[in-house]
């Protein structure tokens, strides 16, 4: 079941990606506020969280494990 | 200042005297040595790898970057750091699998092995000498103009490089691995304190948040858009900034060597996360100082505007702070990374433990001084050589998936890198140009590498793990 958690939230991921930087991150030629903050920094500031989390998520439910510890030369 | 400086600067050394002390260790092997046993836990693991990762180019670049460049600073490196500590969770597993089935003393002799062929260790190697050390070279250099400007008439600007290398060398001698550890984590907190302080005092000494915003829209528009007053931040730029960043575990090997020495795969993903968390509290208030900047000092040169925002502005107590947090940030990076070229060396040797403990502290020492030498006579752009160094290392990535993916990996893969690491080698050499046509060299050959080396995983598909 966790790998099909894990592939979900990779899939998350990967939509966030394509959102950043083909919408959220483009170039525009007027300062947008929000709220009295730059539209873009809102918004930049919003998708780190948005990660720190889903990384936080994905530690929880990450299926693989190490088996043994690694060996070394 | 001086009397404040004094007292801070004794607790610093006290405190990395000590961390060597409890490293050394008379019996020890070379592997003790160079991967510190391999005990290292999740807090101590995010502080050494958050401390690698936040350097005197955050401390000193960033500012600037918000500085001259606007918002679009925040979106290059803490969207692109988000990013990256997600992709730690499965680069940590897949990479500590790898290094417990071929063994691990550095990634180029991992993957020397994985290949079977020493010319893909060889590769890396050369790609981390290349694009680190005009890195580290420049922050060394970053750190002693800041301090030849802070105290002009004290010594001249080389005599504080000189002092830098020769504490990092002691201690990264005397402790190996785990005294970079310890010190990286009392750096990494030092930094994280320091920067907040002034950060802070910067935001209240402009009006706060709103009246940073309310001033720069009258005064700066351009600094609250994309791309920015100088057209920097476009997306092609952000984009090649974030793929860059992410591959940073995979391609820089002072990264690659604390995620496969850390205890558990549970304290390489804890330590993900409590990255990512570190990443937002330490950019934030860079972009607090950048703004004051932006608003007091818009057209002062770099070393006037930190000297004038961490220093002359700042209360005595503070500003000593500053100059001992900036000195810690630079000394935890370099560090890191003459010990990782030291390690990959180290990785590609073969012969008795003692003769390749020697020869791996004398590579050391050896970098140390290429790097003190380069740091004479580099430029000053901070922010923008250390995403050089980011892109450059990051072409030899598909080695490292090769290695991780396959037993015997196809050994094209190390033609394609080689191919996509000198080109962007002769790019940066003016040989070649930059661009091609509207696109960016870095992003064509991202796109050329990805496309290629899926191409091989699909072909080679039943030969995979």
């Known amino acids: ?73 | 200042m001086n009397n404040w400086l004094l007292v801070f600067f004794l607790l610093f050394f006290g405190l990395l005297i000590y961390a060597s002390i409890k490293s050394y260790s008379k019996n020890r092997t070379s592997d003790d040595f160079i991967l510190g046993g391999s005990s290292i836990g999740s807090i101590l693991g995010f502080l050494t790898f958050a401390a690698a990762l936040f350097s005197a180019f955050t401390f000193m670049g960033m500012p600037d970057f918000f500085r001259v460049h606007g918002i679009g600073a925040w979106v290059f490196l803490a969207v692109s750091d988000g990013f990256m500590v997600f992709f730690i969770l499965w680069f940590g597993y897949k990479l500590r699998q790898t290094a417990k089935r071929l063994g691990y003393s550095g990634i180029s002799g991992m993957v020397s092995k994985s290949y079977g062929s020493p010319a893909a260790g060889y590769l890396l190697f050369l790609s981390s000498f290349i694009f680190l050390v005009p890195y580290v070279s420049i922050q060394i250099r970053g750190i002693s103009i800041f301090l030849d400007a802070s105290f002009p008439d004290l010594i001249p600007f080389w005599a504080w490089s000189v002092g830098i290398v020769i504490i990092m060398l002691i201690y990264a001698q005397i402790g190996g691995l785990k005294a970079i550890v310890y010190s990286d984590a009392i750096q990494a907190l030092l930094l994280l304190v320091v920067i907040w302080i002034i950060g802070y005092a910067c935001l209240k000494m402009s009006g706060g948040l709103s009246q940073i915003f309310e001033n720069l829209a009258v005064t700066q528009p351009q600094l609250l858009e994309l791309p920015g007053p100088k057209g920097l931040f476009t997306w092609q730029f952000l984009l090649a900034s974030a793929i860059s960043i992410v591959l940073i575990p995979v391609s820089q090997p002072q990264f690659t060597t604390r995620l496969v020495v850390m205890k558990d795969l549970k304290s390489v993903h804890k330590m993900a996360y409590a990255v990512g968390i570190f990443a937002i509290l330490v950019i934030l208030p860079t972009a607090f100082i950048g703004f004051y900047g932006a608003i007091k000092y818009p057209e002062a040169n770099t070393s006037d505007f930190l000297s004038s925002a961490l220093l002359s502005d700042q209360a005595a107590p503070v500003a000593a702070l500053a100059v001992v947090g900036l000195f810690a940030a630079c000394l935890s990076t370099t560090n890191a990374q003459i010990f990782a070229l030291g390690t990959e060396i180290r990785s590609l040797l073969s012969g008795s433990d003692n003769v390749v403990m020697l020869k791996t502290r004398l590579a050391i020492l050896f970098f140390t001084v290429v790097v003190l030498v380069f740091s004479t006579f580099m430029g000053n752009e901070l922010a923008l050589l250390a995403k050089v160094s980011f892109t450059g290392t990051s072409m030899i990535s598909p080695i490292v998936f090769g290695s991780l993916r396959y037993r015997k990996p196809p050994i094209l893969l190390v033609y394609l890198s080689a191919v996509a690491f000198l080109t962007f080698l002769l790019a940066m050499l003016g040989v070649l140009p930059n661009t091609v046509g509207t696109w960016q060299l870095d992003i064509l050959l991202y796109a050329f590498l990805a496309f290629t080396t899926l191409l091989i995983f699909v072909i080679n598909k039943k030969d995979a793990n």
């Open chain 1, 1 to 73: 079941m966790n790998k099909k958690y894990w592939h979900i939230l990779v899939g998350i991921v990967g939509v966030l990606a394509i959102f950043s930087y083909a919408l959220f991150f483009t170039e525009v030629t007027t300062f947008q506020p929000i709220a009295g903050m730059p539209a873009k920094l809102l918004l930049g500031i919003i998708v780190t969280v948005l990660l720190v989390l889903l990384t936080y998520l994905g530690q929880r439910i990450f299926p693989y494990h190490d088996t043994n510890k690694t060996t070394h030369e």
